[in-house]
């Protein structure tokens, strides 16, 4: 695993390919929100010819402004990857294919970024809120809530006279599951 | 009846095997699980042995207007009570009619 940063990622990705790692794997993306404010883009190559391990090659990008050099005119497989990249976590590939993949031209949002919200269903009844033997979800100290859907105090409902919730904030506070809800 | 391009058409519950756990409905993605449960004491307790209950399903209904037959809820249920089935979701003239109650009532409604 080599980490590079986003002006070496080109070079490094020839580089690879020039020492026989030229067999393009899958590109990824990961959203480092709650860590680090910055989103990791992931590269695995193999070498099909020698019994070796892939090589891994990541890079870590600003989460307000994630730019990165296209690799398709390295490994043409990756265009479709960093396409599906683009449109899902908003990262854009310089020099790369501008068109989407999936989602369709007029969607807005980056559907992958977790600090993403779920609007419609803010409000919404989630039918797992009900603990087994509850017909009515009860109060409690430590409820499920769905993922995708932050608390009102921090999205959606919230006090107008505050600025607008911090994206960790809002991602922390939206990753669903039992917690813990001190506010109410 | 199921083979592979027949099997994919229904989603059916196992009455018996559910222990209104709650799960398929918290890992649905379309949120089109309803489930409604009380719990009831087991008798039957040596004496002095300390109270216990247990879950019985009141309700368990999916709205086949919000289901997109992912099948997580098959795939999630640790005691095997829903199952694919080869039977077609029935067409019906209104979304609301499409909330299929699952568990039939016999026991009087009015005795929880």
Known sequence: ?184 | MNSPSQSHRWIRLIEPACTSCMICARECPSWCISIDSHTEPVGGLPPGARDRTRNVLDRFAIDWSLCMYCGICVEECPYDALEWAGDLTQPRSSSELLVEEMVEHTSDATSR
């Open chain 1, 1 to 184: 695993m080599t980490e590079v940063s986003p002006v070496d990622w080109l070079t490094a990705a020839e580089a690879l390919q020039a020492d026989g790692f030229d067999y393009f794997d899958w590109l990824g993306c990961v959203d480092e929100i709650g860590r680090r404010d910055c989103l990791r883009i992931v590269l695995v190559v193999r070498n099909l010819g020698e019994d070796a391990e892939p090589r891994m090659l990541i890079c870590s990008l600003p989460r307000d402004d994630p730019r990165i050099d296209t690799v398709s005119g390295v490994f043409a497989g990756a265009a479709w990857h960093e396409r599906e990249v683009a449109e899902l976590f908003g990262v854009v590939f310089v020099g790369g294919e501008r068109r989407r993949l999936l989602l369709s031209p007029d969607f807005e949002g980056t559907p992958l970024r977790k600090d993403e919200v779920l609007g419609a269903r803010t409000g919404m009844n989630w039918p797992g809120a009900k603990e087994p033997g509850e017909s009515e979800a009860s109060p409690g100290r430590r409820r499920m809530v769905p993922p995708g859907v932050p608390e009102p105090e921090i999205w959606g409902d919230r006090d107008s006279s505050q600025p607008p919730a911090d994206p960790a904030e809002v991602a922390e506070s939206a990753i669903g599951g039992r917690v813990r809800r001190t506010r109410r």
